[in-house]
């Protein structure tokens, strides 16, 4: 396991981060597969693995939402593991090797989702088509990244989501989007038509569209923030599993990084099992489950809503005043020990 290396951060920057006896301690909780095992084994846990390697020991048909953030096809490295981009014909090669392999731990009813950015969008849907029914493509605003002086600025990824089968769960209700209302209609009464007057201004809920333009990528002032070089926001699993999942339903990411997934299915009532080959990525997963025992919240979403960026007082309070995990006492964050 590789040494901790210790950053200089401004006194206000609350990325979380391990101490080397943070990860022995979180370490201890982390499983490597070396035989089959039972649903039971492996729920609610973080397995240090290459995904080749733990995949004929899982379960077969126990997973309800599967959600997949593979290696884009770019030059990336993951804590010195290095992914290089290759041609678009040897991606898809490499993505079809594994991709039907792990489709076998599904439910029937199971529904799941690919990220993938725009090169290797052109690969992912002629995969998962062979083998799932591809329902839609989300395109989130990334606005993170450099700009181009010859191209445009790439500031979007997509997500492929895809089902089993017909028989799937999609609650449309659960993520709904509350924008600001810039042009409030009445009807002949003078009543407000499809929004609400509030003391903080006028809003709409509005229904789930496959276009993302709320998402804040992780940043230095967030507490969900990780080194992990292509870290999805919290807010973006939240919207996947709220649509595509029911409490208590079992989660699976098979590229867990940092732990954004579990950590978000953890706040919202639901099983997870994360999959991830890099150790130091695991333990941070770990302190990040640790510390969803004392905060739940989620930043974006408030009582229940999705809301825009920015636009109302109560949410940006809320996670502003969220408390950092990394500037609690290693032993005051809980564990739980299977």
């Not at 301690?25 to 982390?30: G, K, R, S, T």
């Not at 993938?116 to 990334?142: C, F, H, M, Q």
């Not at 706040?267 to 994360?274: A, F, M």
Request: aromatic share 10%; hydrophobic share 35%.
């Amino acid at each position: 396991m590789k040494k901790a290396t210790a950053k200089k951060r401004a006194p206000r920057n609350r990325t979380m981060e391990l101490s080397n006896t943070e990860r022995q301690f979180y370490h201890n909780n982390i499983l490597t597969l070396t035989r089959p095992v039972h649903e039971r084994e492996i729920e609610n846990r973080i397995i240090a693995q290459n995904l080749l390697e733990a995949l004929d020991y899982l379960p077969t048909s126990f997973v309800d939402l599967l959600f997949i953030d593979p290696p884009y096809n770019l030059n990336k490295s993951f804590n010195g593991t290095v992914f290089k981009e290759r041609p678009l014909a040897e991606y898809t090669t490499w993505f079809e090797s594994w991709f039907p392999k792990l489709l076998r731990v599904l439910k029937p009813t199971a529904s799941v989702y690919i990220c993938g950015d725009w090169r290797t969008s052109l690969a992912i849907p002629s995969v998962a088509a062979k083998y799932l029914i591809v329902r839609n493509r989300i395109t989130w605003e990334r606005e993170k990244g450099r700009g181009a002086r010859a191209n445009w600025k790439n500031s979007h990824e997509d997500i492929w989501f895809c089902t089993v089968s017909d028989a799937y769960y999609f609650n449309a209700e659960a993520v709904k989007l509350k924008r600001r209302v810039v042009a409030p209609y009445t009807d002949a009464q003078g009543n407000p038509k499809d929004w609400a007057a509030t003391p903080d201004g006028n809003y709409r809920l509005t229904a789930p569209s496959n276009l993302w333009t709320d998402l804040t990528i992780p940043f230095w002032s967030m507490s969900e923030n990780t080194d992990h070089p292509t870290q999805k926001p919290e807010k973006l699993a939240a919207k996947i599993i709220l649509a595509s999942s029911q409490p208590n339903d079992l989660v699976l990411d098979p590229f867990l990084g940092s732990g954004t997934t579990a950590a978000a299915a953890k706040k919202l009532g639901r099983r997870y099992v994360g999959i991830e080959r890099e150790i130091s990525y695991c333990c941070l997963a770990e302190k990040r489950l640790a510390a969803a025992e004392f905060d739940q919240s989620i930043q974006g979403y408030t009582d229940g809503v999705f809301w825009e960026r920015n636009t109302l007082q109560k949410q940006k309070a809320t996670s502003s005043g969220n408390k950092s995990p990394r500037a609690l006492p290693l032993f005051d964050v809980p564990i739980k020990q299977n």
